[in-house]
Nanobody, 122 residues
Framework: EVQLMESGGGSVQAGGSLRLSCTAS????????MGWFRQAPGKEREGVSC????????YYLDSVKGRFTISRDVAKNTLYLQMNNLTPEDTATYYC???????????????WGQGTQVTVSS
């Protein structure tokens, strides 16, 4: 059974930083592409950043390029998302998930954690 647990969310002012973490059981990061997704109130869930199973290829949503960095620690089976220069538009619940379709699209994801809330105030 795949289980995912996100942490690191919180409330920050615009321009601040947060580092999200995701630990997983039931799958091995070295074998799976993984990603971060988010859902803001009233909006559809979207792919924010994804990392290939080899760890050599990344995808970033245009609006987060240059501000967010995805990484992983294979030994700890942990995925990270470093978020810098946050804006109110980044306010959402953030989820990590195996990027099963390797396209960073939430409609191809079968497993979701509870998510972690990120709130950015202006």
């Amino acid at each position: 059974e795949v289980q995912l647990m996100e942490s690191g969310g919180g409330s920050v002012q615009a321009g601040g930083s947060l580092r999200l973490s995701c630990t997983a059981s039931g799958l091995t990061f070295a074998d799976w592409p993984m990603g971060w997704f988010r859902q803001a109130p009233g909006k559809e869930r979207e792919g924010v950043s994804c990392l290939s199973g080899s760890g050599t290829s990344t995808y970033y949503l245009d609006s987060v390029k240059g501000r967010f960095t995805i990484s992983r620690d294979v030994a700890k089976n942990t995925l990270y998302l470093q978020m810098n220069n946050l804006t109110p538009e980044d306010t959402a619940t953030y989820y990590c998930a195996p990027d099963e379709g390797a396209e960073c699209r939430p409609d191809t994801v079968d497993y979701w954690g509870q998510g972690t809330q990120v709130t950015v105030s202006s």
